[in-house]
């Protein structure tokens, strides 16, 4: 598990160095860096599953498209060099990139690479690496072991708020390729096709359902729409399948288009997490959208249960629900409360930490509520009271 990041020079952050849990929700105020978290993550993956043996940090690729070198190097600070560190497992690896003076450039070379770990012992830094294998160096005597860290970072997924909405069809891929639901969830009904008989976790199971990745999906969405029934069916000498959704025992399948727009935005959230293993890393922005406020509820007391069972999750939201959802998870014990972090940012001033971390109790009380932190409801509230102009 990924347990810090670092950040330096990158976007709005001068320097950051993050813990992460188990499960990390970041909220915030718009345009204070809660996506740039996400974003260096998904960079260093991009490279990794794109370009296995690359020297430089690609921009610009099938997840996430950043632009050139100085769209993402801090235009106070940073000059023309940013640097993205982690913590994973005792192991500190930290990446120095430039862009040689080219602010146009589309991709940053890595400057240097340095390793600390405790086994073993000692520091290394290996200036201006040649040869990089998933941004790492190849294993040496010399060089710390980077243990899970390229797994843990290749096979990420992440899942953008822009997500597809109904389709009347669904590209199918490759069932040795396709691992991940695709940034925007386009391969998820995929997934769910190729990987139907797919053993999940067991922590993750539902009793009353088979324990398979369908019918577990199934099952996890009736909680959200209950009565819902899914159906998939491969259309013959194409690549492609249908999905069918009927919401009771007295209906046809129908497209999903005549079903609602949160059934497909919710779809892929809880595929990406069925489908995961122990050791994955799933990022999602906004897993709220198009959500009932009881399902947005839902969806976060069900991405705590993901967290518990060993798939750490790292979620952006402005959601209260969802924060709530977390709550009652800690409270009802599905997860500890030590495994659940939640940072807010805000805008930044020079010599301001940018964020504050509140933490939750295993009552799921909440220590700390900075102004603006999912305090809008109460302000409304104090308002119509004639408490506050």
């Known amino acids: 598990m990924i347990t810090r990041l670092d950040l330096e020079y990158f976007k709005c952050f001068r320097k950051l160095s993050l813990p ?41 690729g099938g997840l996430i498209q950043l632009g050139s070198a100085g769209d993402v190097i801090d235009k106070v600070h940073g000059r023309y060099e940013l640097k993205i560190g982690v913590l994973i497992d005792n192991i500190e ?28 012992p000692g520091s290394v830094t290996l200036d201006y690496p040649n040869r990089l294998h998933y941004l790492c160096p190849e294993s040496d005597q010399e060089i710390p072991r980077t243990g899970g860290l390229p797994r843990s970072i290749r096979t990420l997924t992440y899942l953008t708020a822009e997500r597809v909405g109904p389709r009347d069809s669904y590209q199918l891929k490759d069932p040795n390729a396709l691992q991940v639901v695709g940034s925007r969830g386009e391969n998820a009904v995929g997934l769910l096709y190729q990987k139907s008989d797919h053993a999940v976790i067991d922590t993750l199971l539902i009793e009353s359902a088979p324990p398979t990745l369908f019918k577990q ?77 009881s399902g947005q509820a839902l969806i976060g007391e069900f991405l705590a249960e993901v967290a518990q069972a060993g798939i750490q999750v790292i979620v952006e939201s402005h959601s209260d629900h969802v924060l709530n959802g977390i709550r009652r998870a800690v409270k009802s014990g599905k997860i500890d409360s030590k495994d659940v972090a939640l940072h807010f940012f805000s805008a930044q001033r020079d010599g301001e930490v940018p964020y504050r971390s509140p933490q939750v109790a295993s009552d799921g009380t909440i220590d700390q509520w900075p102004t603006g932190f999912f305090d809008q409801f109460d302000k409304d509230m104090n308002y119509f009271a004639g408490w506050e102009d």
């Not at 996400?38 to 490279?47: D, E, G, I, P």
């Not at 046809?252 to 935005?265: A, E, K, M, Y």
């Open 217 to 293: 999906l199934e099952a996890r969405m009736q909680n959200f729409f209950p009565g819902i029934m899914l159906q998939l069916e491969k259309v013959a000498q194409t690549n492609s399948v249908l999905l069918g959704i009927r919401t009771s025992n007295d209906t046809d399948f129908h497209r999903p288009i005549n079903v609602g727009f949160g059934l497909t935005q919710v779809l892929p959230v809880i595929v990406a997490a069925l489908a995961a293993e122990k050791g994955d890393l799933l990022l999602i922005e906004n897993p709220e959208v198009h959500l009932h406020p």
């Open 20 to 60: 992460l849990a188990s499960l990390t929700l970041l909220s915030g105020t718009n345009a204070s860096g809660k996506s740039t978290i996400m974003q260096a993550l998904v960079l260093l993956h991009q490279t990794m599953s794109e370009h296995e043996w690359s020297n430089r940090l690609q921009l610009n």
């Open 93 to 120: 690896l930290h990446w120095q990139f430039t862009c040689e003076e080219d602010k146009e450039a589309m991709s940053l070379r890595v400057a240097n690479v340095t390793v600390q770990a405790n086994w073993p």
